[in-house]
């Protein structure tokens, strides 16, 4: 058994709390620990002490000065009861404004953003490209110029392309 065990066990059998089988065991335990042995002896000095005095009178003037706090408690127990209100309804107002933030920020539409040219133009069933494609028809010696650029400005793996 430890010693925390069997102190709350001798405070228990003080109190008459304490069955048969667990004393048994706090017997055992004491004639091996004199620490709780000398626990045991503390205790009953004590008990014997408190038994001796009899109930303790209050100091003079208690009751007078215990009604004036109660008096003053009352005083302030407006306060009191707008600090506990104020306490609750801070977090609640922190959470709808949250809330309402949220709802905000998921419920309200994204601006549309602007579409460019070529996505104007597909939408209006046109051809993006058009101008692109009708630029490199025009000349065959000006379209070999744009693959030579195109290719110049892609890896520097130049295989399957046409060299200068």
Request: charged share 25%; hydrophobic share 45%; with cysteine.
């Amino acid at each position: 058994m430890r010693c925390n065990k069997a102190e709350t066990w001798l405070l228990w059998s003080s109190d008459g709390r304490l069955d048969a089988k667990r004393r048994r065991e706090l017997d055992e335990h004491l004639r091996t620990c004199p620490r709780c042995a000398l626990m045991e002896k503390e205790y009953g000095a004590l008990r014997s002490l408190l038994a001796n005095e009899g109930p303790a009178e209050p100091l003079p003037h208690f009751l007078e000065r215990l009604k004036s706090r109660f008096t003053a408690e009352k005083k302030s127990f407006v306060l009191l009861l707008w600090e506990r209100w104020c306490l609750r309804a801070v977090p609640v107002f922190l959470g709808a404004v949250l809330a309402f933030g949220l709802a905000v920020f998921f419920l309200v539409p994204p601006a549309q953003d602007q579409m460019a040219q070529s996505g104007l133009l597909f939408l209006n069933g046109q051809n993006p490209l058009s101008e692109t494609q009708s630029i490199l028809e025009e000349g065959m010696g000006e379209a070999r110029q744009m693959r030579l650029i195109f290719a110049a400005a892609d890896e520097a793996d130049y295989r399957g392309r046409e060299m200068p």
